[in-house]
């Protein structure tokens, strides 16, 4: 027998062809596991991956139609915010949910999300899935045709359950808001070919705060692409030292940025059966709240630093006893870590709205607030939830837009 090294010696245009063989194969296998990565990081989701969006593939568009003219001057934002649950936007029961809101003529303004999506709260990559965006446009421009403006925001949905985008903290914080700009631009772009009045470039991720260059850079570019007026929305805080970080933040001041939105759930009072009067010295005094902080005055300080007006982009109560106490609360237990069980009111919700317009609309800074939420499906009897939907909650809001 001959050795193969011999048949390869005298053979040297098979030995060639061979290694030919071998460097196409390895450079093929290099290109399928790049393209397989790319696919995992860019294909859009389908319905089973990706929560609140997309119940059937919806093909894209690229053009979408501008139905209203860009609002000039907007000094008061009457908003209610849109919110996709209990089931999807482009849902039968949402599309009939939207036209129920469309008919609530006072107000001027309706909030809309397009989501994002984290692994957890240590990932570098933020993904999107572009099927929302015709969902979008199509909304936008029912919402339009009906006479009101638009905020988009974006909404980061995490994989991993019990983490939250305050808490974000990115293994490479430079890849992150690589990543994270991409996807705003990608519908701050939609924004402004739809028309949209408000967008803003973030919502209540507060771990990353700190990175000022990095939001100044990001809403400079917003700006590059998007005609309307920017904002961002804050978290509320607990202490009096988060507040004062809060006004460490100078990327607030930027021109960029029209205004400072800001989720003010903040815990008012614990006391049974609370008056307008009470939840009004909740929020103006030191002495009526649970964390002894006058949030009148925290948010007039932020006003009055960054020469800002303040949207409250997104504030609701739920129909329960004590929904004032902690309004963020969505669990079976108000207060939280206590044995008092929630049951239905709709009163406590319409009285804790009523005080909150009668503080906050005494302020020359105060631009109005977005009110959540209006569901995507008629709320059932004695729901608990935030609803204002078929409340008297609804019906208050509706007075409070008329005589603004």
Known sequence: MIPRLLILEEQPHRRASMRYRLIVTFFLVIILVSVGVL????????AKDFQYIAMQQVSPSSEHKITAVKAGKVDYFKGIDFYPAPLPYESEEGSL????????KTANFVGLRFFLREQEQTSTLVLYDVNQDTILADIITRVHESGKGVCLEPQIMMDTAGQFVANLKPKNIKTWFESYDKAILHYAQLANDCGVELFSVANENSSLWQYSSQWTNLIDKVNLVFDGFVTVRLNCWWQESAFNEVLTYSWLSQPGLDFVGISPYFDLTTKDNPTVTDLTESWTSTQGNRHCIN????LTAISKKYKKKIIFLEIGYRSIKGCSAEPWNASDYVPRMSSTKITYSDKDQAVAIRALYEVFDKQTWFAGAFWFYWPTAKPSKQDTTWSIWTKPGQELLQSVFTAH
């Open 39 to 46: 696919v995992k990081i860019k294909l859009p989701y389908t």
């Open 97 to 104: 949910a939207l036209d129920g809101l469309l008919e609530a």
């Open 295 to 298: 949030i009148l005055a925290e």
